[in-house]
């Protein structure tokens, strides 16, 4: 604070699947030369479309270099930036010579200093920042003021729920400026407010009172010639990276019950087409160094399900599929069978959690539900007949025979035809 010529020129970089595709820079007040914008791409053949307010036409910069591009913007204005896949994007005030040069005398306001810039998907509800740097015992402090830029996105600009330290930031909607961005130059995409926090010692927070409100904004202060920048706060959402994970709403599945779905999620970054494989395979293997022979009988492929690789296509935009996997019921008397459904690790995007399941297929079994039923018997008769109604918990693929015992030891013996839900026993009683 205390020393002439020091310029903020380090930042740490942002994780690169936190990158984003929509930027917004602000003009910065007392400063007249302009700045400069430096666009880092995270792959290769990245296309950037630049438009800044007051520009007649867009400006498109196809395939970008890989070490990044630096743009000059003459003069303080709000520019917009789309690019073609995700990238992090600096901005830098110009040093304090190139002003003095424009104005033709020499003030020495300010310096050289950078602040990343949040993407628009990492806005948030609200910052908390700091600021101090203007009084103090040091005559060589930021003495030329500190001030905080904010930005508010079209759907949630509302300037009497914008705060600053619980006060209306600014409720006239016309001393806010409207930021207007490619591919639509017409309507406003942001709007923009610059804040003069000179002298006001202390912590602040700019606050949206919508809970789904999102905003951002940038502090910074000039001093004899330096000048400091950072963000007051953005998240840190995987939103640069592809992420796929799954969903089964049962890990257990009888044998009988038809084909189950799986659910494909895509996560983070939903802007491009991507593909990933989901795998079908039986269990028979290890899985966290225990057999399955020693847990029950494993699964026999193209029996009870058919081992294959799925790839799961997501147009841009999309982000979930479904997939049904069919399981094939058998006539054999067996116990529980294992199988895995997987996501395939590739390159070009992160697998989340889950990504794979461990799935039992409960064979042969099947719940009867018996109808209550009352009747009478005369005294003397002998052989009784009663008809025993009940419900299957699945079809019954077979001619099955039923035993069934009642309460005084006594039992009876009934078949069920093939393929009923609703089955009809009848059983001989003894009395």
């Not at 800044?52 to 070490?67: A, H, L, R, T, Y």
Request: glycine share 10%.
């Amino acid at each position: 604070v205390d020393r002439l010529t020091c310029d903020h020129m380090i930042e740490q970089i942002p994780p690169s699947y936190t990158w984003g595709y929509n930027f917004i820079s602000s003009p910065l007040t007392a400063r007249i030369s302009g700045y400069v914008i430096k666009i880092i791409p995270r792959y290769r053949g990245t296309t950037v479309t630049r438009h800044c307010n007051g520009m007649s036409e867009m400006q498109v910069m196809q395939d970008i270099p890989f070490d990044g591009l630096e743009i000059d913007i003459s003069e303080q204005v709000y520019c917009c930036f789309r690019t073609s896949r995700p990238c992090a994007v600096a901005q830098f005030s110009k040093g304090q010579s190139v002003d003095d040069a424009l104005k033709e005398i020499s003030e020495n306001i300010g310096d050289p200093a950078m602040v990343w810039l949040a993407p628009v998907g990492q806005f948030v509800n609200y910052v908390i920042f700091y600021t101090g740097f203007t009084s103090g015992a040091s005559p060589d402090g930021f003495t030329f003021g500190e001030f905080a830029n904010v930005i508010v996105p079209a759907d949630s600009f509302n300037p009497q729920m914008i705060r600053l330290d619980g006060n209306l930031l600014q409720p006239n909607e016309r001393e806010w400026t409207e930021i207007f961005c490619p591919p639509n130059n017409i309507t406003a995409c942001a709007y923009g407010r610059y804040v003069n926090l000179t002298g006001s010692e202390g912590k602040h927070n700019i606050t949206h009172d919508n809970p789904s409100g999102r905003l951002t904004a940038i502090v910074y202060g000039w001093g004899n010639q330096k000048g400091y920048m950072y963000p007051a706060g953005f998240a840190l959402d995987p939103i640069g990276e592809i992420i796929f994970s799954l969903f089964v709403e049962t890990t257990r599945i009888g044998e009988r019950s038809g084909p189950f779905v799986v659910t494909i999620i895509r996560a983070g970054d939903i802007n491009v087409n991507a593909t990933v494989d989901l795998q079908i395979q039986s269990a028979s293997g290890l899985i966290s160094g225990v057999s399955f022979a020693t847990v029950g009988v494993a699964n026999a492929p193209g029996v009870d399900i058919e081992e294959r690789t799925v790839t799961v296509m997501f147009a841009a935009g999309e982000t979930m599929k479904l997939e049904s996997i069919e399981i094939f019921a058998d006539n054999e008397e067996e116990g529980d069978e294992y199988f895995n459904v997987n996501l395939v690790q590739q390159p070009g995007f992160l697998l989340g959690s889950p990504s794979s399941e461990f799935l039992i297929i409960e064979d042969d079994t099947i719940q009867i539900s018996l109808d209550p039923l009352t009747y009478l018997v005369e005294e003397l008769t002998i052989d009784t007949y009663e008809t025993l109604r009940g419900t299957t918990s699945a079809p019954i693929r077979e001619i099955t025979e039923i035993r069934i015992t009642d309460l005084g030891g006594g039992s009876a013996t009934g078949m069920v035809g093939l393929s009923y839900n609703s089955v009809r026993l009848q059983c001989l009683y003894q009395i």
